[in-house]
């Protein structure tokens, strides 16, 4: 009889080391732990799905932005460039000698 005591005892105090473990927090419980991690689960995806947006909103949005200030550039500097052509009378001394 004292091996069945013996065997009890081991398997108690099987269930109580098994119940302080970090597997025991997923597969014991059954459907409420799988909830949590399935919950877990998702909103980690979500969360890095949110981070996938607006990473690149930030990227597009900064490349945008120096494009259309690139372009503003480009346009200041043809507007300044017809601004400083050479007068008529230059060219008519610069085409009169050839």
Do not use: H
């Not at 119940?19 to 979500?46: F, K, P, Q």
């Not at 346009?75 to 009169?96: Q, T």
């Amino acid at each position: 009889m004292e091996s069945t005591g013996a065997g009890s005892a081991a398997l108690e105090l099987e269930r109580a080391l098994r119940c302080c473990t970090a597997a025991s927090v997923v597969t014991d419980g059954g459907g409420v732990a799988a909830a949590d991690e399935r919950s877990l689960y998702i909103m980690r995806v979500v969360q890095i799905a949110v981070m996938c947006v607006l990473s690149l909103t930030v990227v597009f949005g900064i490349f945008f932005l120096g494009c259309n200030l690139l372009i503003k550039s480009e346009g200041m500097i043809n507007f300044l460039v017809k601004d400083r052509r050479p007068s008529k009378e230059v060219e008519a001394v610069v085409v009169g000698p050839y």
